[in-house]
């Protein structure tokens, strides 16, 4: 079970971006998001209708103690900034301690606050560079699976991509 | 020279979005965002700052006529859309025709026009699912360069960032 932790979501700053972490979490392999911050029940509402329409079982939840939540998680704790070491260098470690165990991933907003950096088993870097922490959850999660997230079939899905050169198609379960 | 394009961009709507496009990008390995739509001197800034602060030579420019400035691209144009092939399986040819050749990334807005779908060289789906144009220009780029864009040094940086297990630390040059 794979969680990513949103940290300090503030609905008009942030609702895009934190819609984009849940939404990428999903794709590419995390059965759950974990927000702190306010708590924002059109972000939610918009993350449950994709897991609706696409499949899968990812949920959404907010969690008002994010220092209580941490602290309790039983499993790996990843902290994605880029303070962080080089990511590319432990995410063979990490692979194989997560065969057994649960991980959660804790990406910050603007100011993370040191206790995070203190809690986490590892904090990791992917590239020095200040970007973002959607491409940083991405790559992370892609060389944690080594490239088979994208793979990865949602269950029960009322809708379907089939890929096509050009133009959309999409394919529609009725119900 | 590889060049990420934004179409669409909304200030209110897209302002950090389209920061985290722009600045993915230069993390990974394009050289230049030209975006269309609104034109935004305040993004425009923010990516400059970053850009004169952390090195290179990424560049931001606004474009007008967006249909004109890819009509007239001279080399391969890939558009990053759920609905295309999976780019997992061009990625190694088109990373062959851009040893030779410029590459234009185009990344949508809300709506992409379907002339966009027409002048691309490749449509190209991360995933099928309902994501984030930042997670897939991260990935796109990463299998492009097989992962060397982390490795990927910025020239002339005021600052950088000395990677800490625990912490934070910045080494800054001073002028």
Same mark, same amino acid.
């Given at each position: 079970m794979i969680t990513v932790m949103r940290l300090g979501h503030r609905i008009e700053r942030d609702k895009r971006l934190s819609t984009h972490v849940a939404l990428s979490g999903r794709a590419l392999g995390c059965d759950k998001m974990v927000y702190s911050g306010e708590k924002d029940a059109r972000l939610e509402q918009s993350v449950r209708k994709?897991?609706? @329409?696409? +499949? +899968? =079982?990812?949920? %959404?939840?907010?969690?008002? =103690?994010? &220092?209580?939540? %941490?602290? &309790?998680? =039983? +499993? %790996? &704790? /990843? *902290?994605? !900034?880029? #303070?962080g070491m080089p990511f590319e260098r432990k995410i063979s470690e990490i692979r194989k301690k997560t065969k057994r165990r649960n991980l959660l991933i804790i990406v910050g907003g603007e100011k993370v606050p040191h206790e995070v950096y203190q $809690?986490? =088993? #590892? @904090?990791? $870097? /992917? !590239? +020095? $560079?200040? *970007?973002?922490? /959607?491409a940083a959850l991405a790559l992370f999660l892609h060389e944690l699976f080594k490239g088979k997230e994208l793979e990865r079939k949602f269950k029960g899905a009322k809708m379907k991509v089939i890929p096509q050169e050009r133009g959309k198609l999409v394919k529609k379960k009725m119900a």
């Open positions: 994709v897991a609706e @329409n696409w +499949g +899968g =079982d990812f949920e %959404i939840v907010h969690e008002r =103690d994010w &220092k209580h939540a %941490i602290s &309790k998680f =039983d +499993g %790996i &704790k /990843v *902290h994605l !900034t880029m #303070y $809690q986490a =088993d #590892y @904090n990791l $870097q /992917v !590239t +020095g $560079q200040p *970007h973002s922490e /959607v």
